[in-house]
């Protein structure tokens, strides 16, 4: 049986106002809103086109045949479907970091973080402030755990063994380690500075190294100011400490000028006594009285204040004098003295110093137990000056406060 067709008669008899209300009731019966307007409608194909309808003009065209089951157009804009589903999906969702960087010490461990322990993390942890885990070379010592951390941890000396628990060898392990220390002891009667395991070459090196041992007492210390290590006496009171002493006995009736005293004394890496204050006088009398100190030289005269007959003070220039005059550089700085500052008496002697003097000659010098200058002289003797057996040596290091 043939398909009904429409006459001419029929489809003219349809008026333009038949068309537009057709037009709205289907829209109407498609629409997933009902009649609202304001929403486009797609129709099916088989309706012969698109229906789009303008909420605003209530105007209505028809467009290009579209099927139902289309998305709407993602090229269209920030509007459509497709844009708003996207943007729907990138704000839901648990985990995206894209534009929050990881933060180091908030307790969550986020890419690049290796840990992070919030408020625990440090240097000196498992997990160190940058959110590192701790380990052997990173150069950061981890408490109870490492010893030390250099980075390299070869196990070369000063440095750390190759697993962080140990250090390797090191000035304070109490083992000399030939190629790199001269002594490793930790008691300051050995003269071993315990810092550097070097030998002092004075008693002010011992006490520098020590300025706030109380317990750093006067008495016998090693020193080593060349290569031979020396037993001296030390005071380690007077003009806050470091006086050094050392005493000199020739054999015999042997008796040396100044000039044979200093070269003496320079074979030990020391020179002539110079006292610089009253407080180093009285320590130097009293160690001349005093039997401690065993004498260097061959001679065995361990106390006699013949010690401190001579000086290592001269006058500047030949026949130079400060006649009557305290023997100290600021009252007499016509005499001269290693280091500049020196003292003997802060009272004139008539007659003394001498007006015929060498300028290296030293006053013979003649002392009360007590430790008080009782007079001095300027012998010419053949222009050698005054002569002993006995001597002192210091190292010229200390000066008064």
């Not at 290009?64 to 943007?87: L, N, R, V």
């Not at 701790?134 to 408490?143: E, I, N, R, S």
């Not at 002092?200 to 020193?223: E, H, N, T, V, W």
């Not at 070269?263 to 002539?272: D, F, P, S, V």
Request: hydrophobic fraction near 35%; include cysteine; glycine fraction near 10%.
């Amino acid at each position: 049986m043939s398909k009904p067709q429409a006459t001419p008669e029929v489809l003219r008899s349809i008026t333009a106002p038949m068309l537009a209300t057709l037009a709205v009731l289907l829209g109407a019966c498609l629409s997933p809103n009902g009649g609202d307007t304001s929403t486009d409608v797609n129709l099916s194909s088989d309706t012969g086109g698109v229906l789009s309808t303008s909420g605003a003009s209530g105007s209505s065209t028809f467009d290009e045949i579209m099927t139902t089951t289309e998305d709407w157009d993602t090229s269209a804009g920030s509007g459509s479907e497709s844009s708003e589903s996207s943007a729907a999906e990138g704000s839901s969702g648990s985990g995206s970091t894209s534009d929050t960087p990881a933060s180091c010490g908030d307790g969550v461990v986020q890419a690049p973080e290796e840990c992070d322990f919030g408020i625990d993390n440090a240097n000196d942890a498992g997990c160190t402030a940058d959110c590192h885990l701790a380990t052997c070379g990173d150069g950061l010592v981890q408490k109870d755990v490492e010893a030390c951390d250099d980075g390299l941890n070869d196990g070369a000396y000063g440095g750390c063994a190759v697993d962080c628990k140990a250090l390797a060898p090191h000035c304070g392990d109490g083992e000399v380690q030939d190629d790199y220390e001269a002594c490793d002891q930790t008691d300051p009667k050995t003269g071993c500075i315990a810092s550097t395991c070097e030998y002092a070459k004075s008693c002010k090196q011992i006490r520098d190294a020590r300025p706030d041992d109380l317990m750093l007492q006067d008495g016998l210390y090693f020193i080593k100011p060349l290569d031979a290590k020396l037993k001296v006496l030390c005071d380690m009171d007077a003009d806050g400490g470091g006086y050094t002493f050392l005493k000199v006995a020739l054999p015999g009736m042997v008796n040396y000028n100044a000039a044979q005293a200093e070269a003496k004394c320079k074979e030990y890496g020391m020179q002539l006594l110079v006292p610089r204050s009253p407080e180093h006088v009285a320590a130097a009398v009293m160690i001349a009285n005093s039997t401690l100190l065993v004498p260097l030289g061959g001679g065995s005269a361990k106390s006699d204040l013949n010690y401190m007959k001579i000086l290592g003070i001269y006058p500047a220039v030949e026949n130079m004098t400060c006649m009557d005059k305290p023997l100290n550089s600021t009252d007499c700085p016509q005499w001269k003295a290693a280091g500049d500052k020196f003292w003997v008496t802060d009272k004139g002697v008539p007659g003394a110093p001498g007006a015929k003097n060498c300028v290296k000659c030293s006053n013979a010098y003649y002392w009360k137990v007590e430790g008080v200058l009782d007079f001095y002289e300027t012998p010419w003797n053949a222009g050698v000056g005054a002569e002993t057996g006995l001597f002192m040596c210091d190292t010229g290091d200390k000066m008064p406060l």
